[in-house]
């Protein structure tokens, strides 16, 4: 099961970079909202939760990037987590890294503060959407 999963995946994270490359991509993807899974053609912010497996793994005073689900945790003190969207508001790549707490934007070199969502470098200048999140189990939930 996991094989076919991760491939259908890959197609549709490639289906929804295109849409969200060309226009964002939420009012045309409201209408199949009955076939859609979490993560699938996602906005900016999921609409449903997501898991992001063990809370462990933001170190604290750090940050984890979740491409594949498009949202950044950071972890200013223990168990204070920030969730944003990992989509950069320049002109929707996803953030690919973490570079002294900032994320970087690797289309056109964006960086935003991932305890804050501000923008810091642009030339994207609005913050990153906040998601929220909580501690379930040990287990990060966000939106
Ligand atoms: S899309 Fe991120 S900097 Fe342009």
Redesign the pocket.
């Known amino acids: 099961m996991s094989a076919s999963q991760s491939a259908a995946r890959r197609t549709v994270l490639k289906g929804a970079a295109a849409i969200a490359g060309a226009v964002g991509g939420g009012a045309a993807l409201t209408a199949c909202s009955t076939e859609t899974n979490s993560g699938s053609g996602a906005p900016a912010v999921p609409a449903q939760p997501v898991e992001l497996g063990a809370a462990a793994e933001v170190p604290v005073g750090g940050a984890k990037l979740f491409r594949e689900k498009k949202l950044v945790v950071s972890c200013a003190e223990a168990g204070q987590y920030k969730a944003f969207s990992a989509q950069?508001t320049?002109?929707?790549?996803v953030l690919d890294k973490i570079v002294e707490g900032e994320g970087n934007?690797p289309?056109?070199?964006?960086r935003f503060d991932v305890t804050t969502g501000q923008a810091v470098r642009g030339?994207?200048t609005e913050p990153l959407p906040e998601v929220p999140v909580k501690v379930e189990g040990g287990k990060l939930i966000a939106g």
Do not use: M
Not at 90 to 93: E, K, Q, R, T
Not at 107 to 110: A, I
């Open positions: 950069c320049h002109a929707g790549c934007c289309c056109h070199g964006s030339p994207a």
